[in-house]
């Protein structure tokens, strides 16, 4: 078998986990935001965790070993940063992961911890009600679908000049941003305290 139609086969494979993982999550993000039922939180939130470590690390891995491979092998090495699209698409990936393996994990697994303790005391913790409504750790997380979709975009479409990245993130960051506003005036963190 050709080596690059192998490897971009490995390429989808990755992208295929990763944007499902991703969508789970979101859709588990946003169930957990409309519950008041503690133990159903806490499910939605082990289930946040198994969309992340079983679906968008596995993707996240096998496109930075495919797409390197391909970067080196089909695009002469450091040259990429000569090609707007593929130079957009590595860099939105570089921060896509640095930001989900810091702000998102770090986040994630506090509010997964602090989840077990809530349930282990059988109501919502003032730690819990807190960690619930932080903005940075939703705004990245609102972050992640729109980014994923500029990479996309930037594969596919292969725009020869960086007009197109700057689109893509200036709409991305909109999304994002309305995401932050509109989610938790409909879902307020704030209705957990009476429980």
């Keep these: 078998m050709d080596s690059f139609l192998l490897l971009r086969f490995i390429h989808f494979i990755g992208l295929t986990l990763i944007g499902a993982g991703l969508i789970g999550v979101f859709i588990c993000d946003m169930r957990s935001r409309q519950t008041k039922e503690l133990p159903l939180f806490g499910q939605l939130v082990s289930m946040i965790a198994l969309f992340y470590d079983g679906l968008v690390v596995p993707g996240a891995i096998l496109l930075i070993i495919s797409g390197t491979w391909m970067i080196v092998e089909f695009h002469d090495g450091w040259e990429f940063l000569q090609t707007p699209w593929l130079a957009g698409m590595v860099f939105l990936f570089i921060f896509e992961f640095v930001e989900g393996n810091t702000i998102t994990r770090i986040y994630f697994l506090r509010l997964r911890k602090l989840t077990k303790e809530a349930v282990a005391l059988g109501q919502w913790t003032s730690g819990l009600r807190k960690a ?64």
Excluded: C, M
């Design 132 to 195: 619930r409504g932080e903005q940075l750790a939703s705004f990245t997380h609102f972050l992640d679908i729109p980014i994923l979709t500029v990479i996309i975009s930037l594969g596919a479409l292969r725009p020869t000049d960086w007009t197109t990245f700057f689109i893509g993130i200036a709409i991305g960051l909109t999304v994002a941003t309305l995401l932050n506003i509109i989610v938790p005036k409909l879902y307020p963190w704030s209705e957990a305290e009476n429980q």
